[in-house]
């Protein structure tokens, strides 16, 4: 079935090359100068009725060729370019000339003649409006329902790809802003599936500063792309949103309520939720774009959460407000203040297997769990933020309050088998718990960068953060543990656990990059930059711990001494540094941009704890210091209108501070398979981390087809790395000793190409890859009892693989089919190398095909499907198939109102299964239950309105040159702005 699935996707790009097309090429160049026009627009219209064809942009050279144009059909070719006259010409192609040659087309810059009145009706489709590339609406004849998205996906150069990224001429898309600012969150989606295309006067692209970064070099890397969609002032108030609600069998229900309003300067949402098919809601903006009224999404949002472990009932409301001071339109500057509330009731009813694997010299301990969870709480959450930036000054904070009540309860058995066939031992634990916990976060930051000034005494920046946590919970846990093979006598504990916690931590950074103006004045140190930084972070933490024991003598619950303390511990780190950094760049104009930057920090890392308990072994006070450098080189490679290449290359170093719980642990011994002991004389583990990253993608105007690659590798090394000299029991247990070791290591290669074709205009085919590979070395010391009963301590190294590949392929039909085949492995494997045991392996294998059938024009069929196929250590198979399929109804005049059938599970047998193997030497399968089988009906409204209900005719004003003055003007070519001044954007 695969197979012919693959086969059909591969025959219908063939299939629609075998249409007849024409084409039409030329060269548009300067009447008097006679230089080619780079950027002009050239569109084909039917001459019957103006409609558009196809359009294209003039290259570097003012070339076009515009192909996939029908044959025997009247014709106009319009050409126009700011400043100078517009051309036309009619063009009638049939089977025996489907080519036609302009040759040369010069434009005049005397403006006195107008256009034919045929031209005069069409509306030019894309322009560029200095360097910034705009696009017309109006110039796409659509459905009158038809969202921005729907646009978007016939405009050449534009490309949707199914994750939900957007490029434009292969440029990724960063920030999607409706007139100048975030729309609703910021999400992509939230503005092109819900804003009408009739609502929309352009949509903008620009390059521009990432001003997110403290520390900006002035290279390509420091630089985003943004798309701004920019409404009809008469359509710059309105409300859009989604009611609906769904009756299932077997009791399952859910309910969507959705109300987004907005003015000039001032947005507000309202969300709720309800339903017990494991749809997860965690805040306002997940809310919003779950049910966003584009028909259909390429992503599968609001549906059942199929990896969810359990049975999930999630009550959810919400809203969000967010108000800007004035009404400018321009995204560089910002004065808006913005506020959230979240609450969310949930429970869950959680059933889980698991199978692990330790192999041992000598022999292998197999153990097998069962447990039972169920839950609830109910969390409430406040955020608040105010952000102001201007032209060289940009100041954010943001804070937060939640709280969160919870019940648990749980039961659990774990059977240990010794080769897989003597039993070892057993343990079956219960607990039943409450929880109260809050929490208080703010953190923000400040920058002071004239960049377009370069980098002067006035250039720094600093941010903070600061949290306050609380919390209290109250447990009472039993557990009885017997031993087959051990002398260790039946153990049976039943306890309960108060403990209340406090944290509070507060962190302060500060970047100053204008040493160098300070020092030298004029004098440009080989234009070397330098900056001085520091970071410094305080954390306290406290915990009160009572804990009572049954005496089965008396029957009465006793302090437990071993257990029951009060500790304090406070940790304080600061991470001063001086930089350097210089950026080389070179341009020609038109052809390329490179740059190479150079950057070096060299800090110091200071710690100091300090520890105080009632237990007195635990009190301590110690303090450590580290040379801890970093240095990177980045290059950057853009040949203009063809590709972009990006190199980096760094290391940092970074220590951490053993903590009280690996120096001198509380032992709870409740828990016989996993003790740790603390080792006081720990050392200080010291990382060092080696990067190299590579990205390459074209960006090219009227190309159809558009690649990018990625490549990502990391190596780590670790001295004084913490491992542990674990004891093994005969009956399974075991005790770990901590103890410091060199000879730790890791590494990590990510790769990532995509490509996607545009055929016919309306026909889009997509390809992504994604892989990886990583692992680990891993020294520790391993102590089994042999069979006479002396013990045996060995010298291993414990050797960890995994490896991920994805192949995704997404081919779309505009406006009337698209399918989706994707293909993953993933593999884990464990060695102990030192034991004779052999490798253990754990896989992974999914595959994953949708399919979406658009009914013209208001049904829509679509059906997915995931198959997965875990293989664990000991070969056996666990599979799992999940079907599901919908069936959807669009009425009403603008689609507003919507029936849905929803099937889910359609083989019942959605199971949560995954596979693991690490370096503790453990490999396994857990297998968690999760929602099956369920039929659902839902009927939806989508309450919509854009602008006044009596909007005057011809009201649409032009942008105002005020605003066109702050509009940011940043490069979207960068040979623009390298003739303005050296690189500076």
Excluded: C
Aim: no cysteine; hydrophobic share 30%.
């Amino acid at each position: 079935m695969k197979q012919r699935f693959l086969i059909l996707l591969l025959l219908l790009p063939i299939l629609s090359f075998a249409q007849t097309n024409g084409s039409v090429k030329g060269l548009v160049s300067d009447s008097v100068h006679d230089y080619g026009l780079q950027s002009a627009t050239v569109t084909v219209y039917k001459k019957a009725d103006s409609s558009l064809v196809n359009y294209q942009v003039t290259n570097n050279q003012g070339e076009f060729n515009i192909g996939e144009l029908p044959v025997r059909t009247p014709l106009l070719l319009s050409i126009s370019y700011s400043g100078y006259n517009d051309f036309s010409k009619e063009v009638y192609l049939d089977s025996l000339k489907k080519d036609f040659d302009f040759k040369k087309i010069l434009l005049s810059r005397d403006t006195s003649r107008q256009m034919e009145e045929v031209v005069v009706k069409a509306v030019v489709p894309v322009r560029m409006n200095g360097d910034t590339l705009e696009i017309n609406p109006d110039a796409f004849k659509l459905d009158s329902s038809a969202v921005v998205e729907d646009m978007l996906l016939r405009v050449p150069g534009v490309t949707m790809w199914s994750d939900g990224t957007i490029t434009v001429n292969g440029k990724k898309i960063s920030n999607v802003f409706v007139d100048g600012k975030p729309f609703f969150g910021g999400n992509p989606e939230i503005a092109t599936q819900n804003l009408p295309k009739t609502a929309i006067e352009k949509i903008q692209v620009y390059q521009e500063k990432d001003y997110s970064k403290q520390d900006i070099s002035n290279t390509e890397m420091d630089s985003t792309f943004t798309m701004n969609i920019k409404m009809k002032p008469e359509k710059r108030k309105g409300f859009f949103g989604k009611i609906g609600a769904g009756l299932g069998t077997d009791q399952h229900y859910e309910g969507d309520m959705t109300m987004q309003a907005y003015n000039k300067k001032t947005k507000l949402a309202i969300a709720g939720n309800l339903n017990n098919t494991n749809k997860t809601i965690q805040d306002v903006r997940e809310a919003i774009q779950n049910n966003t009224f584009r028909s259909y999404n390429r992503r599968n949002f609001g549906a059942p959460n199929a990896n969810a472990g359990g049975l999930n009932t999630v009550h959810y409301f919400g809203a969000s407000l967010q108000h800007n001071f004035d009404e400018s339109t321009n995204s560089r500057f910002t004065n808006s203040a913005e506020g959230e509330y979240n609450l969310r009731d949930s429970r869950n009813n959680q059933l889980t297997n698991s199978t692990t694997i330790q192999n041992l010299t000598g022999y292998t301990i197999t153990n097998i769990s069962d447990r039972r969870n169920t839950g609830s709480s109910l969390n409430q959450s406040i955020d608040a933020g105010y952000e102001n930036r201007k032209q060289a000054t940009s100041f954010s904070t943001k804070a937060n309050y939640s709280w969160n009540n919870g019940q648990s309860s749980s039961e659990g058995n774990t059977t240990a088998f010794r080769n897989d066939t003597v039993m070892a031992s057993r343990r079956r634990n219960t607990s039943a718990a409450t929880s109260h916990s809050s929490s208080f976060n703010l953190n923000g930051y400040f920058n002071n960068n004239d960049y377009d000034e370069g980098i002067n005494k006035k250039s720094f920046s600093t941010n903070f953060s600061v949290s306050s946590n609380n919390s209290e919970s109250n447990s009472n846990q039993t557990s009885r543990f017997e031993s087959f093979l051990d002398s260790i006598y039946t153990q049976n504990t039943d306890r309960k656990y108060h403990n209340e916690n406090s944290n509070f931590t507060t962190n302060i950074g500060m970047n100053y990059n204008g040493l160098r103006s300070l020092l030298f004045g004029n004098y440009n140190f080989w234009n070397i930059n330098i900056g001085l930084r520091n970071n410094f972070r305080y954390n306290k933490s406290d915990l009160n711990a009572n804990v009572l024991e049954l005496d089965t003598l008396t029957n009465t619950y006793q302090v437990n001494e071993a257990l029951t303390n009060i500790n304090s511990v406070v940790n304080i780190e600061d991470r001063p540094g001086i930089s350097f950094f210089k950026t080389i760049s070179r341009t020609l104009s038109d052809r390329y941009y490179k740059s190479i930057s150079f950057r070096t920090d060299l800090q110091n890392q200071f710690l100091y704890q300090k520890n105080t308990s009632t237990l007195s072994y635990r009190n301590l006070e110690r303090s450590f210091h580290f040379f801890t450098p970093s240095s990177s080189v980045y290059y950057n490679y853009n040949r203009f209108n063809q590709y972009n290449l990006n190199i980096g290359l760094s290391h940092n170093s970074s220590a951490n501070a053993p903590s009280i719980d690996q120096l001198y642990p509380i032992v709870d011994n409740i828990n016989k398979y996993n003790i740790v002991v603390g080792n006081p004389d720990l050392k200080s583990p010291l990382s060092n981390n080696f990067n190299f990253n590579a990205n390459y993608n074209t960006q090219r105007f009227n190309e159809k087809t558009t690649y990018t690659a990625g490549l990502n590798l990391g190596y780590n090394t670790f001295k004084n790395s913490i491992s542990d000299s674990s004891i093994f029991g005969n009956n399974g247990s075991r005790t770990s000793y901590l103890l410091n070791i060199d000879g730790k290591r890791s590494f990590r290669g990510d790769v990532n190409a995509s490509a996607s074709f545009r055929i016919n205009n309306k026909n889009m085919l997509q390809v992504r890859y994604n892989g990886g590979a990583g692992g680990s070395h891993a020294p520790q010391y391993i102590t089994t009892k042999k069979q006479d009963g002396d013990f045996l301590t060995q010298l291993i190294y414990t050797q960890t693989r995994n490896q991920n590949h994805s192949i995704h392929v997404f081919y779309s039909l505009t406006d009337l089919f698209n399918i989706s085949l994707g293909e993953s492995i993933n593999t884990n494997n464990s060695q102990q190398v030192g034991t004779g045991k052999a490798v253990l392996k754990a896989k992974t294998y999914g595959t994953n095909a949708r399919f979406t059938l658009l009914v013209p024009k208001n049904f829509t069929l679509s059906t997915n499907v995931n198959y997965l196929n875990n293989i664990s250590a000991q070969s056996q198979s666990e599979e799992a198939t999940l079907w599901n399929a919908y069936a959807t109804w669009r009425f009403m005049k603008m689609k507003q109102a919507e029936i849905k059938l929803s099937v889910f599970d359609i083989l019942r047998q959605n199971r949560n299964i995954t596979n693991f193997a690490n370096d503790n030497n453990t490999t396994g399968t857990t297998i968690t239950n999760g929602i099956q089988q369920f039929y659902m009906l839902t009927v939806s409204y989508f309450p919509r309105r854009f602008g006044g209900r009596t909007g005057r005719s011809g009201s649409r004003r032009s942008e105002s040159g005020e605003q066109r003055q702050q509009r940011p003007q940043q490069q979207f070519r960068q040979q623009n702005n390298t003739q303005r001044g050296g690189g500076r954007r």
